[in-house]
């Protein structure tokens, strides 16, 4: 059989060789950034709880892990409106693309920059490459539990989440996005509020 013919024959292979090199890329751009692959501790921690210490966005899972889970309920949702003839996979590979290049942006100095300026994340330094990859393979996560779910029970999903995080942490993926593109001073302080 024909090199050509295998991978005729093998059409869901490409998606995920696409993610794959996405990933690699990321992982390229991430570290040209000066990203570290590991927290500067030496430590790696599958999940670490405590937004206000050092460790958080330096290991593979955070409670900021549940806003990008909702960056894959929403990218599902879009897509599935914008290409639903796309099949799901290449929509998933999508979804990843977008997602590496928020990871790729958000470690940029200027949104790290915006972050302390405008938002309770006043001692951000960025991410590690762990916590980033992990970000991606979350919202990954999300993209298909919204499949699994459709649009009605994921957007109940949504909501839950949302609400757990503004109890839990005092911000969530709405309040993120509001804080970074126009921020309000009451919401700041009430988040400061549960800082140490």
């Not at 200027?110 to 330094?125: D, K, P, V």
């Not at 999903?157 to 309040?175: A, G, N, P, Q």
Request: one cysteine or more; glycine letters at 4%.
């Amino acid at each position: 059989m024909s090199a050509p013919h295998i991978w005729q024959n093998n059409k869901k292979l490409w998606p995920w060789l696409v993610m794959a090199l996405i990933l690699i890329l990321t992982l390229v751009l991430l570290r040209s950034q000066g990203r570290l692959w590991i927290c500067a501790c030496g430590q790696i921690y599958l999940w670490v709880g405590d937004i206000w210490s050092s460790d958080n966005s330096q290991h593979l899972f955070d409670p900021y892990a549940f806003t990008h889970l909702l960056h894959g309920v929403v990218f599902f949702w879009l897509l599935a409106w914008l290409v639903p003839h796309i099949p799901l996979l290449w929509r998933l590979s999508i979804a990843v693309v977008i997602e590496a290049a928020w990871e790729v942006l958000e470690n940029s100095a200027f949104i790290i920059n915006r972050y302390r300026e405008a938002t309770a994340s006043l001692g951000y330094e960025g991410d590690a490459i762990i916590n980033s990859v992990g970000d991606i393979l979350i919202m990954a996560a999300g993209f298909m539990v919204a499949y699994k779910l459709g649009f009605r029970r994921s957007l109940i999903l949504f909501i839950v989440v949302e609400l757990i995080l503004v109890f839990w942490i005092r911000d969530s993926l709405l309040l993120s996005v509001l804080m970074l593109i126009y921020p309000i001073e009451a919401i700041k302080q009430w988040q400061l509020a549960l800082a140490p």
